[in-house]
T-cell receptor, first 113, second 113 residues
Framework: DAGVIQSPRHEVTEMGQEVTLRCKPI?????LFWYRQTMMRGLELLIY????????DSGMPEDRFSAKMPNASFSTLKIQPSEPRDSAVYFC???????????FGNGTRLTVT | GESVGLHLPTLSVQEGDNSIINCAYS??????FIWYKQESGKGPQFIID?????DKRQGQRVTVLLNKTVKHLSLQIAATQPGDSAVYFC????????????FGKGTKLTVNP
């Protein structure tokens, strides 16, 4: 089992640029979560999907953030335009059973200058 | 604000000693709790979980205790090893709610040889 795969591992971009983060959940997992981690705010849930449908996006900071899950094996988190305050580590996680442990990827470290 | 909080950001122990990491939660409706371990540059890794119908659960070298009366959760690590050095997070899920996990800010455990 390859686990949750995220790409890229590191992303450095300039303010105003579009950023796209990618995630491949564990095969057979039907729930997918996007979290953001910062020193100040810790791990925050941005959005989660169940069977490719967004269920709760209340954590998405603002309209600059969007997430999609076109199929069961792929999801993207897009920031457009990016701002320095978006700098953080973004994690994707998946699970197959509701209210059970999430399996996390190793994250994408985003730096916006 | 967050309903799960860790008030001790760092904990330092000697190799071979037992470690206790504490977590306070404020939402009495939470009924599922998870402990995660996060090593530098990696995503959170599941350690152990507990549901509110239990007050203790044991794993390999780890024990989670749940005190619903005072809304307190603890993780005990027996015979702490250098490989246990990491940041530890507790997370909670609210009964009847979504699959959303709310994370505490974490405690950094350092094991001294």
């Amino acid at each position: 089992d390859a686990g949750v795969i995220q790409s890229p591992r590191h992303e450095v971009t300039e303010m105003g640029q579009e950023v796209t983060l990618r995630c491949k959940p564990i095969s057979g997992h039907n729930s997918l979560f996007w979290y953001r981690q910062t020193m100040m705010r810790g791990l925050e849930l941005l959005i989660y999907f169940n069977n490719n449908v967004p269920i709760d996006d209340s954590g998405m900071p603002e309209d600059r953030f969007s997430a999609k899950m076109p199929n069961a094996s792929f999801s993207t988190l897009k920031i457009q335009p990016s701002e320095p305050r978006d700098s953080a580590v973004y994690f994707c996680a998946s699970t197959s059973v509701p209210r059970s442990p999430l399996h996390f990827g190793n994250g994408t470290r985003l730096t916006v200058t | 604000g967050e309903s799960v909080g860790l008030h001790l950001p760092t904990l330092s122990v000697q190799e071979g000693d037992n470690s206790i990491i504490n977590c306070a939660y404020s939402n009495s409706a939470s009924d599922y709790f998870i402990w995660y371990k996060q090593e530098s540059g990696k995503g959170p890794q599941f350690i152990i979980d507990i549901r509110s119908n239990m007050d203790k659960r044991q794993g390999q070298r780890v024990t989670v205790l749940l005190n619903k009366t005072v809304k307190h959760l603890s993780l005990q690590i027996a015979a702490t090893q250098p490989g246990d050095s990491a940041v530890y997070f507790c997370a909670e899920n609210i009964q009847g709610g979504s699959e959303k996990l709310v994370f505490g800010k974490g405690t950094k455990l350092t094991v001294n040889p």
